[in-house]
T-cell receptor, first 112, second 114 residues
Framework: EAQVTQNPRYLITVTGKKLTVTCSQN?????MSWYRQDPGLGLRQIYY???????DKGDVPEGYKVSRKEKRNFPLILESPSPNQTSLYFC???????????FGPGTRLTVT | AQSVSQHNHHVILSEAASLELGCNYS??????LFWYVQYPGQHLQLLLK??????LVKGIKGFEAEFIKSKFSFNLRKPSVQWSDTAEYFC????????????FGKGTRLSVIA
């Protein structure tokens, strides 16, 4: 089954404790991206990757890192999480020609 | 830069009422347009999409949207809503070539009451 998976689905952590949210897709998509969803703000793109070893900042990259060492994986790294990064995070993947995005199930992160 | 405006933050309708959610975008070139739906506690799912051709597109669950190029609009419609349509709806746009990130509107929450 074609899908985007994320882990963990729920995470409660403390300020400053490094964490990684994994994202994996099995559709051989070139394009992957991370979004955060906050009430009243919709979805905002954090980082995206057009292909392996190619990443770029989205609208709200501060406090986040990503890597794309393999086509199927696109982990999101929070080196020093802060409470303002409490949010619902979605990973998505897509491919040419129209880049219709397929979304993962989401990761609800709470930073205390 | 691309942007998407969704005019209604929260819409409340009775079952069987007709629905129209507004979406306007700002972009200087040819675009792809999408409507996504997010049911409570779930991830985003594609409702419908427009790439080219007939500007009236039909999606799942009886939804349709009309692309009006002159108005930069892509409004979502459904003739008769059901309680199960209660969800948040997002309009999104990217460039026709796909080489720009997908930009989302802030979403419209639809509550359907019996």
């Amino acid at each position: 089954e074609a899908q985007v998976t994320q882990n963990p689905r729920y995470l409660i952590t403390v300020t400053g404790k490094k964490l990684t949210v994994t994202c994996s897709q099995n559709m051989n998509h070139e394009y992957m991206s991370w979004y955060r969803q906050d009430p009243g703000l919709g979805l905002r793109q954090i980082y995206y990757s057009m292909n392996v070893e190619v990443t770029d900042k989205g609208d709200v990259p501060e406090g986040y890192k990503v890597s794309r060492k393999e086509k199927r994986n696109f982990p999101l790294i929070l080196e020093s999480p802060s409470p303002n990064q409490t949010s619902l995070y979605f990973c998505a993947s897509s491919s040419p020609p129209n880049y219709e995005q397929y979304f993962g199930p989401g990761t609800r992160l709470t930073v205390t | 830069a691309q942007s998407v405006s969704q005019h209604n933050h929260h819409v409340i309708l009775s079952e069987a009422a007709s629905l129209e959610l507004g979406c306007n975008y700002s972009y200087g070139g040819t675009v792809n347009l999408f409507w996504y739906v997010q049911y409570p506690g779930q991830h985003l799912q594609l409702l419908l999409k427009y790439f080219s051709g007939d500007p009236l597109v039909k999606g799942i669950k009886g939804f349709e949207a009309e692309f009006i190029k002159s108005k930069f609009s892509f409004n979502l419609r459904k003739p008769s809503v059901q309680w199960s349509d209660t969800a948040e709806y997002f309009c999104a746009v990217n460039s026709y070539s796909g080489n720009t990130p997908l930009v989302f509107g802030k979403g419209t929450r639809l509550s359907v009451i019996a």
